[in-house]
């Protein structure tokens, strides 16, 4: 859950390496730091904004280094949990980006052997554990090779070496690491985001692979030490349009481009639709998997795949996964639903599905993640590089899609003709910003917010509740409306604003009569709707549009609010706190 980049190359590494962390900042942002080979290893590292780092150029100056961000695990936000780590000697710096199962127990034998450690950190060991190896053999290779065969658990780490000064090398395992080549200079990172302004050729490092990088040179190795050809991928340059515009924020940007993020999702191969929608029907099995914000997505296929294609699917959170696998085997299918493409519990979710024997599906937006690449068949979202940390315009698209399968299941042409113009009504709810602006400034100082809502409509209670949480750090819950009456209602008083998802469908007059019985006891409704009601202490205003379409329309005004909250109670909203963007941890 953090990022890390390499540079090597003919130019100055520290501004390189610096705005590359900046654009990995959305995988973790608590502390930074980079690594120069100059005479010595050249360190710097430092808790906070790496927008605030004050470098003096002479301190760091160097063609060759590598950097992080960081996402704290093991060990608390501190100077010395910063990475890059290094070795005792002071030889060899790292950075590393996943979780060291075993760390403890190779600690205590480097401990033993008198290495000394300097962080609580999981990374450090793999700092020494080159170390030992390298000082064994005095070959990089073999140092690296031993040094992933003692590891356990999910890493990308780069690694530079005093004795090598024209070298970085890298190795991954269920965490990812693409390698960048540029003209006289290759970069090693997470993600494609951080180096694209320089290249868009890429080599994609695969699961357990070695990369040895010189200037002008690349190898790969797999973790026996076999060499193993690898093909350059061109990238898209869209990739690189990654600037605010004249929003005051990423997230701002993100849920305003709906508007036509919405369509892109809509541009898809119909071979591959076909194959897709084909999978899914003659499915005997077919369970839906995802994480957070995706997994209410799924949560929504699984209403609108019964509703409109007449198939019946389970959504199990990726993360609960593994407790349901006795049931996945050669006639099951598995939608995998991820932004990111790199989430842990999505990726091990697959991982047992596959040695099942299971058919991977799976809706992604990053090109070339790990999902993409381990699924059968992955659609792609198309809504373009996701920077806020919580999900907007990358819901929306999952959700467009997930839309489009089901029509297309259905072979209901008017419906997928219906999705083309969702758009217009992207517009309507952007409208409503003032009125939603207001709305905020009434509710930012309530302790505790509900959603409600039925039928398909309950995810994006869910959604909007999660938003709320992670964008303003309001306490917020999201219910389907009919369970108030089992318990939470005894929570409502006078203080208590809830938020009723409620356009006019079969599920309208019980949805109103649970706004009632909050109402009652005192609650604050706020009524999202086609269709105004006095029950409602404020109102915003929703088209008139298809009933099974409303989920894609209601979340955005959602968003709007929990973005508004957090910008008035001085939230950092494009990264708020305790989060990072591709949760790589179990
Ligand atoms: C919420 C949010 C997270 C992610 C979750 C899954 O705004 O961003 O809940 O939705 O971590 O991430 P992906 O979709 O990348 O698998």
Redesign the pocket.
């Given at each position: 859950m953090c990022g890390i980049i390499g540079y090597i190359g003919d130019k100055d590494a520290t501004p390189i390496l610096l705005n590359g962390i900046k654009k990995l900042e959305y995988r973790g942002y608590d502390s930074w730091g980079l690594a120069i080979i100059q005479d010595e290893i050249g360190l710097v590292k430092s808790t906070g904004k790496i927008s605030e780092a004050k470098l003096d150029p002479l301190e760091l100056e160097g063609r060759i280094g590598i950097a992080h961000t960081r996402w704290a695990t093991h060990g608390g936000v501190t100077n010395e949990n910063a990475h890059p780590h290094i070795s005792c000697r002071k030889e060899i710096a790292i950075v590393h980006n996943g979780i060291i199962e075993n760390y403890q127990e190779i600690k205590e034998s480097l401990l033993d052997e008198g290495h000394c450690f300097t962080s609580q950190t999981d990374s450090e060991v793999i700092a020494h554990l080159l170390e030992r190896y390298y000082h064994k053999s005095k070959d990089i290779k073999e140092a690296l090779l031993a040094t992933v065969k003692k590891i356990k658990g999910n890493f990308a780490f780069l690694a530079i070496f005093q004795d090598e000064p024209n070298m970085i090398v890298g190795a991954r395992k269920d965490s990812p690491l693409v390698l960048g080549l540029g003209k006289d200079e290759i970069f090693l990172a997470s993600d494609v985001l951080s180096f694209i302004e320089h290249t868009d050729k890429v080599v994609f490092l695969d699961n357990l692979e070695i990369a040895m990088v010189k200037k002008g040179s690349l190898r790969i190795f797999d973790f026996k030490g076999k060499e193993v050809q690898k093909g350059i991928t061109q990238v898209a340059w869209e990739a690189s349009d990654v600037s605010k515009k004249e929003f005051a924020h990423y997230t701002l940007k993100e849920i305003y481009e709906q508007y036509s993020s919405i369509k892109s999702s809509l541009y898809q191969d119909p071979v591959k639709l076909r194959e897709f929608c084909k999978s899914i029907k003659e499915a005997k099995k077919l369970f839906i998997t995802?994480?957070?914000?995706?997994f209410h997505a799924g949560l929504v296929a699984r209403y609108i795949f019964s509703k409109i294609s007449k198939v019946y699917c389970e959504a199990i959170l990726a993360s609960e996964f593994s407790q349901i696998i006795e049931w996945v085997d050669k006639d099951a299918v598995i939608m995998a639903i991820?932004?990111?493409g790199?989430?842990a519990d999505?990726l091990n979710a697959i991982k047992g599905a596959k040695e099942k024997g299971a058919k991977i599906l799976s809706i992604v937006n990053v090109m070339n993640s790990t999902l993409d690449r381990e699924s059968d068949l992955a659609f792609y979202l198309n809504c373009g590089p996701e920077i806020g940390?919580?999900?907007t315009k990358?819901f929306t698209a999952q959700l467009t899609l997930i839309y489009l399968l089901a029509f297309a299941m259905a072979n209901d042409f008017i419906g997928v003709n219906k999705l083309r113009k969702l758009n217009d009504y992207v517009e309507f709810i952007l409208k409503e910003e003032d009125k939603i602006i207001e709305i905020a400034d009434k509710y930012k100082v309530s302790n505790d917010f509900y959603f409600i809502g039925r039928s398909i409509h309950y995810p994006i209670a869910l959604e909007g509740a999660?938003?709320l949480k992670?964008l303003s750090y309001i306490h917020a819950e999201g219910m389907a409306a009919g369970e108030l009456k089992h318990g939470t209602l005894a929570l409502i008083d006078s203080k208590t604003p809830v938020v009723v998802l409620n356009p006019e469908d079969n599920t309208y007059y019980e949805t109103l009569s649970n706004a009632l019985e909050m109402k009652a006891r005192g609650a604050k409704i706020i009524g999202v709707s086609n269709l105004i009601n006095e029950v409602y202490d404020d109102f915003i205003l929703l088209p008139k549009i298809e009933d099974s379409l409303y989920p894609i329309i209601e979340v955005m005004p959602l968003q709007i609010l929990a973005y508004h909250i957090a910008i008035d109670r001085g939230a950092d909203v494009d990264r708020p706190r305790n989060l990072a963007?591709?949760?790589t941890v179990k």
């Open positions: 995802a994480s957070g914000t995706s991820s932004q990111s790199e989430t999505v940390v919580a999900a990358s999660l938003k992670e963007k591709s949760v």
